[in-house]
């Protein structure tokens, strides 16, 4: 199981880090979070042509943090799979359009990133930031740094859980 968790939050963020590598870097939404804060939802444009040798961009994308299916952010287990108010990781293309695409890019995402306690106002995990959720951005000027943690429970019950890190780079940036 935890190898299988580790597999997931691998390619959760290899599509991610796929998509954000093709930002336009002044398009991320929110910009700039100062710590101890992080961003568990970014807004962003990809490049999608070139018109007169000038870079078009294509509809504004998101990557957030939402509830798994049957969850509700009551601290309880809701969907009766011994873990409380797990998260999922969706990718959204057209965020404006009604018939927007929507894919899951992982599910299991812990309420808390690995080492977190959730609520308590504290740097736990000591990396400078408080009460990071499962999925976190971090702001390091033009670099992004995204952490993951998925979690599950072992066949005796215990909980599992992996933290995954990748340090992103947006390339694309407007033309002045």
Excluded: K, M
């Excluded at 991320?28 to 078009?56: C, K, N």
């Excluded at 809701?78 to 894919?103: F, K, M, N, P, T």
């Amino acid at each position: 199981t935890g190898a299988r968790l580790d597999a997931q939050a691998r390619h959760a963020l290899d599509v991610l880090g796929n998509y954000l590598r093709e930002a336009d870097l002044d398009s991320l939404t929110p910009a700039g979070v100062e710590p101890p804060d992080s961003a568990t939802l970014l807004d962003y444009q990809r490049p999608d042509g070139f018109v007169g040798g000038v870079v078009t961009w294509g509809p504004t994308e998101r990557i957030t943090l939402e509830l798994d299916a049957g969850e509700a952010a009551n601290g309880l287990d809701d969907d009766g799979d011994g873990r409380i108010d797990e998260r999922r990781l969706a990718w959204i293309q057209d965020i404006a359009e009604a018939s927007s695409v929507r894919v899951v890019l992982c599910s299991g995402v812990s309420s808390a990133l690995e080492g977190e306690i959730a609520g308590n106002n504290l740097d736990d995990n000591g990396n400078g930031l408080v009460d990071e959720a499962g999925f976190c951005v971090e702001f390091e000027d033009a670099r992004l740094l995204v952490r993951l943690t998925l979690e599950d429970e072992d066949h005796d019950g215990r909980p599992i859980l992996r933290t995954v890190e990748r340090a992103i780079l947006p390339r694309n940036t407007p033309e002045e």
